[in-house]
């Protein structure tokens, strides 16, 4: 039986008080200095008057506050909302009066006003600075809600999926368990905004073992030389980011075993290519590398399946893998039915990974979620398959199918395609819209693998012969638009919004 959570991680503060939790550049903090500081917030916040379970806002950015203030959440028994610095005024706004939280902690300035108590960083100082004797009498538990991440939503209102203690005590027991077989010591990366649920992946396998939390904010990302130099600092022994981000840190021929210790990398939030694994698997040829996959409804990650040469051999297309324990997966068609082995539909998920719902959103929770043999289930909306072996092959979205000239197009599966050309190195294809809101052409967003492109116009035209050998013709793109890179959101994903307000400006 898993221990409890917070009590595992302030446990260390008793036993190796100067064991590193967190170190972001020059900083590092301790678990003596992660305990104090947010038994001191946890008092703090007993003594406001808050109703029972209410949500609290963390604002901010990769700050060692960030995870001080989640914990003191949970401590005094409020699940916690983190929201992004890069987040714009209107998403605040919009989490804010759907979540309707008591307290907003603003590690970062808030560039709005929300109306609700905040908690400044000048303050969190002031609060934290003094140690106090606290005991963890009524922390988050069981069924109760333990962090709140809110998605983009397709209407543009965000939804908040709530992932309660019991959730996410299942998905750290599955990572620290024979799947992964992760160090002992574990040094892992964290990359993803923490308003991304990828983010938990590192954060609490990482500090429920003692391990150490290497962590990158968005300005090393986004400045790659800095990038580049900083990476091989950093004592690291296992990854985890989108397949997106890997590609870029791939872009340097020094991201090798020869200059980093990884022996696992783990990747999730976006398709892993069949090109990025290979790649990989050649600059790191004694590191275990594991695609996985799960939305965040179901705590992170449900699945998980090693990437083997095998597996490369006879796979173009990158299976995501089997179920974690205490989950299932159904494929079933329209109707709701079951399809045969082989055969594809929507994949329906149920067991003790599957998030309550939507915060104060009934009907898109009733939408979504449904009980199922007795359990929690979820619709994923995602398009999947079921091998003989038990293994799950992802096949696309859904609602990421469009209509080109009368012809049914899956948006994922060009871009797949085209990333996988051998003038390639990463690429996105998004439609172009006419005036009357139908799409007009396919355009591709292209990082070729040689820079600087000299002659566009031959290597367009040897694209698109790669392409004619593994696509029909009406889904190769009409238009090929070249960067030295591509943009990524706060998450660490291809920024597929950006990209198509681009293309449709």
Not at 228 to 243: A, D, G, I, R
Request: proline fraction near 6%; hydrophobic fraction near 40%.
């Amino acid at each position: 039986m898993m221990k409890d959570l917070i009590a595992t991680i302030d446990s260390y503060a008793k036993t190796d008080p100067e064991r590193i939790a967190y170190h972001l550049a020059d900083e590092q903090y301790t678990y003596a200095e992660v305990k104090q500081r947010s038994d001191a917030l946890a008092s703090y916040v007993d003594q406001l008057d808050l109703s029972a379970g209410q949500p609290i806002m963390v604002f901010g950015g990769k700050q060692v506050e960030m995870i001080v203030s989640f914990l003191a959440a949970v401590k005094s028994g409020h699940p916690y909302i983190p929201v992004d610095v890069n987040s714009p005024e209107y998403r605040l706004t919009m989490i804010a009066k759907i979540a309707q939280p008591g307290v907003v902690v603003a590690v970062s300035p808030l560039p709005v006003t929300l109306g609700i108590k905040t908690i400044t960083l000048a303050d969190l100082t002031q609060i934290t600075a003094t140690p106090v004797t606290y005991e963890v009498t009524h922390s988050v538990q069981d069924d109760a809600t333990f962090y709140i991440i809110f998605t983009s939503g397709t209407t543009g209102v965000p939804k908040g999926v709530t992932i309660s203690a019991n959730n996410l005590t299942s998905f750290v027991r599955w990572m620290l368990g024979p799947d992964f077989a992760l160090p002992t010591d574990l040094q892992m990366l964290q990359q993803p905004a923490f308003s991304f649920d990828l983010s938990v992946m590192s954060l609490y396998p990482t500090l429920y073992s003692g391990g150490t939390l290497h962590v990158l904010d968005k300005e090393m990302t986004d400045n790659f030389p800095v990038l580049f130099k900083l990476l091989p600092t950093l004592p690291m022994n296992t990854w985890v980011s989108t397949p997106s981000f890997i590609d870029i840190c791939l872009m340097d021929p020094t991201f090798n075993a020869s200059h980093f210790s990884l022996t696992r990398f783990l990747f999730c939030g976006e398709e892993l290519t069949h090109k990025t694994a290979a790649t990989l698997k050649q600059r790191f040829p004694q590191a275990r590398l594991f695609n996985t996959y799960g939305p965040t409804e179901a705590t992170v990650a449900m699945t998980q399946i090693e990437i083997t040469d095998d597996i490369l051999a006879t796979n173009d297309r990158l299976p995501i893998g089997r179920v974690k324990p205490g989950m299932e997966a159904r494929i079933v068609d329209e109707a709701g039915d079951a399809v045969p082995t082989g055969k594809s539909g929507e994949l329906i998920i149920y067991g003790n990974s599957v998030a309550k719902g939507y915060l104060n959103n009934p009907e898109r929770t009733m939408k979504a979620f449904f009980t199922f043999e007795g359990r929690q289930a979820y619709r994923t909306g995602d398009v999947a398959s079921l091998d003989d072996e038990g293994v799950l092959h992802y096949l696309g979205r859904s609602d990421f199918q469009i209509k080109l000239n009368g012809f049914r197009i899956e948006l994922e599966d060009v871009s797949l395609l085209v990333s996988q050309e051998d003038h390639v190195k990463q690429a996105v294809v998004v439609p172009k819209y006419n005036a009357q809101h139908k799409v007009a052409m396919l355009i591709a967003y292209v990082v070729p693998n040689e820079a600087p492109v000299e002659n566009r116009l031959a290597l367009t035209t040897a694209i698109k012969k790669g392409l004619a050998a593994t696509m029909m013709a009406y889904m190769i793109p009409q238009r090929f638009v070249y960067k030295e890179r591509l943009p990524l959101s706060s998450n660490g994903k291809i920024d597929v919004k950006t990209v198509m307000a681009e293309v449709n400006a």
